[in-house]
């Protein structure tokens, strides 16, 4: 029989590096993948980790593609770390593009400096709001958040669905079930010329340091390291469960409801029903790839951004099925959970009783 028995000894390093192993582990099984499906897996390989950094606009594309999976990931860690589980950001997404983009639709004959940040603060306030659903269904009647904020995931979206096929439809679009392309004043500035990297990458990393310095220099921050590693402890210490439910959930909200202002306002300037890009789902793979520390997560949306990127090239230039490069991305969140529990624990061969 095989068991799991602790490691003994300082595994600090091993801890530390499983990211990288993982990554490494995914690489290969990827490789092995892609020759299954008849294709050239160094070449395949190549493409998704390599060509992209080569190319000066997809460089652009991966702070693009970045930027939003850092802040969602960034605001899921606090609430993962203390053991509250928002799988539902994809839907707390939705709405903050949703609020957000109602406000540059209601001030759509209105210019001014002030408009980005009020729809900024609306974008907020809507994945707040919508991520408050779980949390007071949680912390009133015992309802478990995992399953709550998943299944709001599909009324977001059917939401969205509804309002840009009537209240919010473009009423020179022919029908087409879209908004208005937002005017200038309601678009986020663009950084790099040529490019579609925009002000909200840099909004993104300073809130990066600011979750940095709340989790490790903040009473906040200690708070919610106690609640997940000794909730007892915590209770002992004060630390209110249903304060902080509501606190991480709401974080976890705000932030994804400005990721998803921040892709309405940035590369789509719309509103349209395939806003939704599976952002909310793959944050989770770069919070636990990230070791939930912001500035781990920053560089992990990186990491997992290139796939993004480079498997959309992949898809293009050696026809491999998308299904495949979903796979692949998904082993990524396997092996870094697989490799984790064996940092921590070594597999150990029991004879049974007889």
């Not at 582990?25 to 493409?47: C, N, Q, W, Y």
């Not at 990297?197 to 921050?221: K, N, P």
């Not at 990230?290 to 480079?310: C, K, N, Q, W």
Request: aromatic share 10%.
């Amino acid at each position: 029989m095989l068991t799991l028995e602790p490691r003994t000894g300082n595994t600090h390093l091993l801890q530390t590096l499983t990211p990288v192993l993982a990554v490494a582990i995914t690489m290969l099984a990827g490789a092995a993948l892609f020759a299954s499906l008849g294709k050239d897996p160094v070449e395949a390989i190549r493409i998704i980790f390599l060509d992209p950094l080569l190319d000066p606009y997809s460089r652009s594309e991966l702070l693009v593609k970045a930027a939003p999976l850092a802040l969602i990931a960034i605001g899921l860690s606090f609430g993962f770390r203390a053991g509250i589980w928002n799988i539902g950001a994809e839907g707390q997404f939705i709405i903050g593009a949703l609020t957000g983009g109602a406000t540059a639709l209601a001030f759509y004959d209105i210019s001014g400096v002030w408009l980005l940040p009020l729809m900024a603060i609306a974008g907020a306030l809507g994945g707040f709001a919508w991520a408050m659903i779980p949390a007071i269904l949680k912390t009133r009647w015992g309802a478990n958040e995992i399953l709550v904020s998943l299944m709001l995931v599909y009324v977001a979206e059917l939401l969205l669905s509804a309002l840009v096929s009537g209240p919010l439809r473009d009423p020179d679009g022919f029908n087409f079930p879209e908004s208005r392309q937002f005017h200038d004043s309601a678009t986020l500035p663009i950084l790099l010329a040529g490019t579609r990297a925009h002000i909200g990458i840099l909004i993104t990393l300073g809130i990066s340091v600011a979750a940095y310095v709340a989790l490790h220099r903040h009473v906040f921050g200690y708070h919610i390291k106690l609640m997940g590693s000794a909730p007892r402890a915590a209770s002992f210490a004060g630390v209110s469960t249903t304060t902080m439910t509501a606190a991480c959930l709401g974080l976890s909200g705000a932030l994804a409801g400005l990721a998803g202002l921040f892709e309405a306002a940035g590369p789509v300037g719309q509103l349209v029903p395939s806003l939704p890009a599976g952002y909310g789902f793959t944050a989770i793979i770069v919070a636990f790839l990230g070791r939930l520390d912001p500035l781990g997560i920053v560089l992990a949306s990186l990491v997992v951004a290139l796939t993004y990127i480079g498997g959309e090239t992949a898809q293009f230039t050696l026809q491999i099925p998308a299904a495949a490069i979903s796979v692949f991305q998904g082993m990524l969140l396997f092996f870094l959970l697989a490799v984790d529990v064996l940092a921590r624990f070594r597999v150990k061969y029991m004879r049974r009783a007889q």
